[in-house]
């Protein structure tokens, strides 16, 4: 006979005598179990209580604020998945992504068992020794697996495993793992069922418990930074000696503002746009003690082709540290727009009657051509139930990914963020109050040259009377206020909930530019070409991998001034922007002027770090070419 918990209390409730009603007496929850009947972490407590009743309401259900968790236990704790194969040749990435703690039938030492969601048992103390127990997992069982602890350590459950009648009297306590993360909730939507039924002769009794895994949850900027990364170029050239100074720069930024741990490196593939190939991300459940037990997962970027990738499963997978792979994505997306720097998270908030307790990812589409980021990829993060991306039109932008002109900053306020937003129409009026002051014949930019590279010689007056700039960047301005609008009407963020910052941009071709040199790309590009490391000698930015040099569909530009919002949080009160290499008027750059004072005024501390030839010329800055782990530890529930 199954029962659920609610019945059986509600049998112990009232007990009757002849002649008289006693009073309602509780349920005596230390009392032998007469029937089968597990518990789990439904509260979220961090333990499984199998004397009282705080596990039994909500059982069988789940909720974003209730009911048992278990984890994608995709790491690998002892390091034992091999990064290559017989005589050192390179795994496949399929076969790379294969292997994790969840791959094999074994728990993988302590660390594994500490990523095993509990369910226990309650004491059956008076069963007789001929009865058995059975366990089954009746829902999602083709990714779920259960171990038994016994006195020779954890035993994988299957349908033949047996239990003891001395392992029911004292309790059975089960470890529970799911083989993978959500990736299709129409395939799976993380939902597992086990039952236990105990035998006895020719009578049975048996009982359920529902968990959910763990969603896969990307990190927002509320969370404090704890590393970075970054690519480490080798090499004596030029080009390399630059982004090795970058290297080292990011490194004193970050022990100054209070980080410790060092950098970590990438260092074999050589794509300098670190941003772009990975998306941390996390999942975590209730630990004793209120922790919570917390697993990274790196998300890899929807580019098979792109291979820096595998370093994340050659060097970082690990201890507590998983890699997520995205596969079958050749379709008719743009590979750009697959970029994670194409991935950001507004912080937690509610409005209009949702929440988003863990934040909400935004991501850029194109919507004058209809190119969006991988399917599969928006169907992961949208199967996890918690983030549901909303896309934002960054079809005026080359590169097109939200990093470029959106971010969002920790505030003292009731929402507790502010949206920080590239404001064109901001750097359009420094010009034109400079060349008003007199100063037309200043140089727009004062960067000095490098080797191969002069210096850029257009004035003030000459980007002013250019052919596109002002009609490029009332563009943007238009696209941007599009964009705004939308993630007010989203969020409920108001006009003083803004902070606007400085910003221009340009058209991509050289001819467009004038005076401006030619970049490398940041374009799905991945390792760098030698045509990057020698200074813009690429002529033409790689376009889209199905075929894309056909006429564009609409105006796409990237920063003309390094975007200050495409830098860093390093803390609560503490911003990395690229350095701006304004015009110098009265020994100041007026760039880095109006900039720091948007950044001081939204409460932060700004810090500059010049990207100009390793990053800024590629279409990207500070943030495209570093990445960043945040802590995880808070509850997400």
Known sequence: MRTSHARRAALAVTVTVVGAVLAPVSPAFGAPAARADLRADVNRDGRVDVTGATDNAGE?????????????????????????????????????????????????????????????????????????GTLKVTAGARNTRVFVKR???????????????????SGVELGVEATDVIRDDAAWGGRAVIRLTVTTGKRSTSDEITLRVAPLLTQHHLQQAQQLMVTRLPGKDDYARQQQAFVNGLAAEVRSAGIDKPLLTFTKYQDIWAQDFVEPGYVSMPAP????????????????????????????RGNGVGVVQVSGVRDSEEETLNSTGNLETIPPYSHGGRSFPAGRIIMGERKDNGSKPARAMRTLLKSQGFQDPLLLDTSWLDVGHVDEFVQFLPADTPRGWKIGLADPGAGLRLLREAQTAGHGGTRMFSVPGRKGLPAPKETIAQALASKWLVADNTMAAQRIRANLELLKRETGVT????????????????????????????????????????????????????????AREAVRTSAYVPGAVNGILLGKDRYLAPRQWGPVIGGKDIFTTAVTAAYTGAGMKVSYLDDWHTYHLGMGEVHCGTNTLRDISAAWW
């Open 495 to 550: 006009d003083a909930e803004i902070v606007r910052v400085p910003a221009l941009y340009t058209r991509g071709s050289e001819d467009e530019r004038g005076d401006r040199m030619p970049r490398l790309t940041r374009m799905g590009a991945g390792r760098a070409p030698d045509a990057v490391r020698e200074f813009g000698q690429q002529k033409q930015i790689e376009r889209n991998r199905n075929g894309a040099d056909a």
């Open 289 to 316: 003690g209120g922790r919570r037990q917390a697993m990274r997962v790196l998300l890899r970027s929807a580019q098979p082709y792109r291979e820096a990738g595998r370093e994340l499963f050659e060097k970082l």
């Open 151 to 169: 006195s020779t350590g954890w035993t994988w459950a299957t349908d033949r495993t047996r239990l003891t009648a001395a392992e029911l009297r």
């Open 60 to 132: 069988d259900g789940w909720s974003p604020t209730r009911g048992a968790v278990f984890l994608p236990n995709i790491d690998d704790d002892t390091k034992r998945c091999a990064a290559t194969g017989a005589g050192g040749k390179p795994l496949p990435d399929a076969r790379l992504a294969a292997c994790n703690d969840a791959s094999d039938t074994v728990v993988n030492g302590t660390s594994d068992a500490a990523d095993l969601a509990r369910v226990r048992s309650v004491p059956m103390a008076d069963l007789p020794a001929a009865s058995t």
